[in-house]
């Protein structure tokens, strides 16, 4: 069966400071990976997705970037972290050319 | 673009109550529907989806039927569990391109009281 890890699982950094948020899916190959963010009572907005190894779509302009350095490895990096990127980041993958998302368990980042 | 509009949260019902939460979707094609339920400090699970018009999609006693006169998709429930607390978020998947992404709602927080 498949699954899928993120970590950290809590984070609390000081603005200015980097960030690496790693992703890994387990149990299956070539899967399309997304990064969503979900600010304090919002809703999830799609940061980045991927469909292939070094292929990487952004939705947003924002400081924050995304690598796909191996096939079921998802990476989310900021160079330099502002207050407003604090939030719960999740993963997911689909199968390709399926909707249907499976979700990991998040990080929540805390930007001091 | 595409986009979804849900129920504004909070929603308190008392255990064995009828729970209805109103989604409605605008999208320029022929969409898949899903709720998706978030327990506290938890990412998202799938609850249920349909994926064309007429469709019923239904999970641990959650229904919604995909309405495509009203652009609809509200999910219900006939008797709801304290167990049943948490976020509810309707999101459609675009069904063109590779990367099917999800557009999610903005989220209803339902707390269910004993």
């Known amino acids: 069966s498949q699954t899928i890890h993120q970590w950290p699982a809590t984070l609390v950094q000081p603005v200015g400071s980097p960030l690496s948020l790693e992703c890994t899916v387990e149990?299956?190959?070539?899967?399309?990976l997304y990064w969503y963010r979900q600010a304090a009572g919002r809703g999830l907005q799609l940061l980045f997705y991927?469909?292939?190894?070094?292929?990487i779509s952004s939705e947003v302009p924002q400081n924050l970037s995304a690598s796909r350095p191996q096939d079921r490895q998802f990476i989310l990096s900021s160079k330099k972290l502002l207050l407003s990127d604090s939030g719960f980041y999740l993963c997911?993958?689909?199968?390709?050319?399926?909707?249907?998302?499976?979700f990991g368990p998040g990080t929540r980042l805390t930007v001091l | 673009g595409d986009s979804v509009t849900q129920m504004e949260g909070p929603v308190t019902l008392s255990e064995e109550a009828f729970l209805t939460i109103n989604c409605t979707y605008t999208?320029?094609?022929?969409?898949?529907l899903f709720w998706y339920v978030q327990y506290p400090g938890e990412g998202l699970q799938l609850l249920l989806k349909?994926?064309?018009?007429?469709d019923k999609g239904s999970n641990k006693g959650f229904e919604a039927t995909y309405r495509k006169e009203t652009t609809s998709f509200h999910l219900e429930k006939g008797s709801v569990q304290v167990s049943d607390s948490a976020v509810y978020f309707c999101?459609?998947?675009?069904?063109?391109?590779?990367?099917?992404?999800?557009?999610f709602g903005s989220g209803t927080q339902l707390t269910v009281l004993p």
């Open positions: 999101a459609l998947s675009d069904q063109s391109g590779s990367a099917r992404q999800l557009t």
């Open positions: 999208a320029t094609g022929y969409p898949s």
């Open positions: 997911a993958w689909s199968p390709p050319g399926v909707s249907t998302g499976y």
């Open positions: 349909a994926t064309k018009a007429d």
């Open positions: 991927s469909v292939g190894i070094g292929q």
């Open positions: 149990g299956t190959s070539n899967p399309n």
